[in-house]
């Protein structure tokens, strides 16, 4: 995505149509109501098969505008996705023309009729528009201005204002490309303060990064009306068009006004640090339910505690090496309080009446069937609390709680990082070496987030 656009506007052969000049009449400014829909977003990308084809179906689709060329960051696209408030799907069409927002405003619905425009795929992204041939190559290109108003209406309906998809920079994924979503948390890496948003006349990756140091790129056109500003400091959120260049999502600013670096930033907030007053509380694998399984951590101290940089690890049966680990950084745990770690936040809200405090994956740590290893780790590598015997399977030993749980015993104050089975009471399915033979039950059996 890094080509330059002016070039791309060089090299450009359109076989749609012929424009011997460019004095032509813009887009129609009449809104419509009488244009049936018949097609999906879905049936339109499916007719792709791994090059660019006309399309020969008399479809149309709708769509809600969601990018803006006003301040100069989008350049002759218009993205659309399917819904403006909970959208599943995107889209773009490429256009030959300027000051685009002011015929397909942002929020605005519009109509596509697809007959003789051309669907192209280009580094993951799927485009609509005319082609244009490169070095033999046929592409999708802008579609010449003098035909947009054949293919693009706006609907009569009321401007509705698109609201964004809420997301981390780790939990994005296919799902939300080609939408509008707000990236929360996130601040420009130190090193690029200071430098503009973009050098001239150039598309500029500049890159966003979170506190934990996942990263996402923010692209930004060296034509914009923001090109010179200095990129903020500060940390918070950023609103825009989630795109995909290959394997990597980058994110496209309207202007702006997406930009909100209220916050301080990552260096400022409470560095990394140890503690033994956190550690493993219960372990819970029901017998009736295997989506109610979560872990618990408590908090000894008499102030809350921060988790960034901590991890929880589990070793699977009697692997010695690390089966699979989990990220803590996002938790701050209560004076005397818990945290509650389920892999399967649905199903643990249904089952026990409020939500986990962290939802994660499958077969994470928090996702053990009772008889794997699991290690709670600080900031800086080293073992604060241990449930099992890392290189031992659980099974018929005193660490198992298959179809049971795992609770730490009301005195035990600190963590421990060499296993003591006297420091717990555990229940199973089999009652061997000393544990308690009685399996247990969702919800009645367990009390996540208290220690009782």
């Excluded at 923010?218 to 034509?223: P, V, Y």
């Excluded at 089966?323 to 249904?350: K, M, Y």
């Excluded at 604060?384 to 030993?397: A, K, M, P, Q, R």
């Excluded at 009471?425 to 000393?434: F, H, Q, V």
Aim: aromatic share 10%; charged share 25%.
């Amino acid at each position: 995505m890094k080509k330059s656009i002016a070039l791309l506007a060089v090299i450009s052969v359109w076989t749609t149509s012929c424009i011997k000049n460019r004095n032509f009449d813009p887009p129609r400014s009449t809104c419509v109501s009488d244009i049936a829909v018949n097609a999906t977003f879905a049936q339109v990308k499916n007719l792709y098969v791994d090059e660019t084809i006309q399309i020969l179906e008399d479809w149309v689709i709708e769509g809600y505008v969601i990018s803006s060329d006003k301040a100069g960051n989008f350049f002759s696209v218009l993205h659309f996705q399917d819904d403006p408030l909970n959208p599943t799907d995107g889209f773009q069409i490429e256009i030959d023309l300027r000051d685009s927002h002011i015929f397909y405003p942002m929020g605005s619905k519009i109509f596509i009729k697809l007959k003789g425009l051309y669907l192209g795929k280009s580094r993951e992204v799927f485009k609509l528009g005319g082609t244009f041939i490169s070095f033999g190559n046929v592409s999708v290109g802008r579609l010449p201005a003098a035909v947009v108003g054949n293919h693009v209406f706006v609907s009569c309906d009321e401007i509705v204002e698109p609201r964004p998809i809420l997301v981390t920079v780790d939990a994005i994924g296919d799902a939300v490309a080609n939408t509008l979503v707000t990236v929360e948390n996130v601040e420009f890496l130190e090193e690029e303060l200071g430098l503009p948003f973009a050098t001239e006349r150039e598309e500029t990756e500049r890159n966003l990064t979170t506190c934990n140091d996942n990263q996402l790129i923010m692209l930004n056109s060296g034509f914009s009306d923001f090109q010179a500003q200095a990129l903020p400091e500060g940390n918070g959120s950023v609103t825009g068009v989630l795109v995909k260049d290959r394997d990597d999502f980058q994110l496209i600013i309207r202007d702006l006004n997406d930009i909100d670096f209220s916050g301080k930033r990552c260096e400022n907030l409470i560095d990394e640090f140890t503690s033994t007053l956190i550690f493993i509380s219960e372990l819970a694998d029901p017998d009736n339910n295997s989506g109610a399984r979560f872990v618990e951590l408590y908090n000894a101290d008499s102030q809350p505690l921060s988790l960034r940089g901590w991890a929880l690890r589990r070793y699977t049966n009697a692997n010695t090496e690390v089966s699979s680990s989990l990220d803590l950084s996002e938790l701050t745990i209560a004076a005397g309080s818990t945290v509650v770690i389920s892999p399967n936040a649905e199903e643990f809200e249904i089952v026990y009446g409020f939500k986990p405090d962290l939802g994660v994956r499958t077969n994470s740590p928090a996702d053990s069937n009772g008889d794997d290893n699991l290690e709670l780790v600080d900031p800086f590598g080293a073992v604060i609390d241990i449930f099992g015997v890392i290189g031992e399977d659980g099974s018929g030993t005193n660490h198992e709680f298959e179809d049971g749980r795992a609770v730490r015993n009301l005195n035990i104050m600190n963590g421990n990082p060499m296993y003591t089975f006297s420091e717990w009471t555990i229940y199973n399915d089999s009652g061997e070496a000393g544990t308690i033979d009685l399996p247990q039950n969702a919800p009645e059996d367990f009390g996540p987030g208290k220690r009782d």
